[in-house]
T-cell receptor, first 110, second 118 residues
Framework: DAKTTQPPSMDCAEGRAANLPCNHSTISGNEYVYWYRQIHSQGPQYIIHGLKNNETNEMASLIITEDRKSSTLILPHATLRDTAVYYCIVKSGGYQKVTFGIGTKLQVIP | DTGVSQDPRHKITKRGQNVTFRCDPISEHNRLYWYRQTLGQGPEFLTYFQNEAQLEKSRLLSDRFSAERPKGSFSTLEIQRTEQGDSAMYLC????????????????FGPGTRLTVL
């Protein structure tokens, strides 16, 4: 699986958009970008995934650059409950093992 | 609650003791995974099952660790002769693999079992 690079921490004001970047310059053509988050003392929670098109669901939007070497997870209106560690993961769809890095610790500030 | 459940949520044991954790996946899911997470790190893959077959094991899964999923439903993870380095959160996840369909492999995680070895 391709390696990802994320900033270790970020702050975001409550109500503002949180933009979490991820670099995955070695991504290959059959690998998807997945995002999970982990709220303190809970198991990781799936957020969204994409291949090359931008994706949106009820939780977030995923913007993938045209060359697919980086992506941004957007939480449009961050709330205090969005404070968590966010993991960007790149893997092929058929491969079972998920390799988590350290992730980005997002702190939403009142 | 139809999510992944794990039992116990917390376990404190003395070094050298054996411990066993249980995971109940989402009922229609045929794949089950175990991960370990230490403080400040992301979860690390240990092993996964498709139905009752254990299909992959990480090198992290030493010979003191054994996982089973005898009837393709719940799974157990046993650690024998525990060491202080085994202290971690043990996470279970499950997913559904549709034959012939693209495996999106969205994994649903349980709340974890926190193990403390004294």
């Amino acid at each position: 699986d391709a390696k990802t690079t994320q900033p270790p921490s970020m702050d975001c004001a409550e109500g503002r958009a949180a933009n979490l970047p991820c670099n995955h310059s070695t991504i290959s053509g059959n690998e998807y970008v997945y995002w999970y988050r982990q709220i303190h003392s809970q198991g990781p929670q799936y957020i969204i995934h994409g291949l090359k098109n931008n994706e949106t669901n009820e939780m977030a939007s995923l913007i993938i650059t045209e060359d697919r070497k980086s992506s941004t997870l957007i939480l449009p209106h961050a709330t205090l409950r969005d404070t968590a560690v966010y993991y960007c993961i790149v893997k092929s769809g058929g491969y079972q093992k998920v390799t988590f890095g350290i992730g980005t610790k997002l702190q939403v500030i009142p | 609650d139809t999510g992944v459940s794990q039992d116990p949520r917390h376990k404190i044991t003395k070094r050298g003791q054996n411990v066993t954790f249980r995971c109940d996946p989402i009922s229609e899911h045929n794949r089950l995974y175990w991960y370990r997470q230490t403080l400040g790190q992301g979860p690390e893959f240990l092993t996964y099952f498709q139905n009752e077959a254990q299909l992959e094991k990480s090198r992290l899964l030493s010979d003191r660790f054994s996982a089973e999923r005898p009837k393709g439903s719940f799974s157990t993870l046993e650690i024998q002769r525990t060491e202080q380095g085994d202290s971690a959160m043990y996470l279970c996840a499950s997913s559904w693999r549709l034959a012939g369909a693209h495996p999106l492999n969205e994994q649903f995680f349980g709340p974890g079992t926190r193990l403390t070895v004294l």
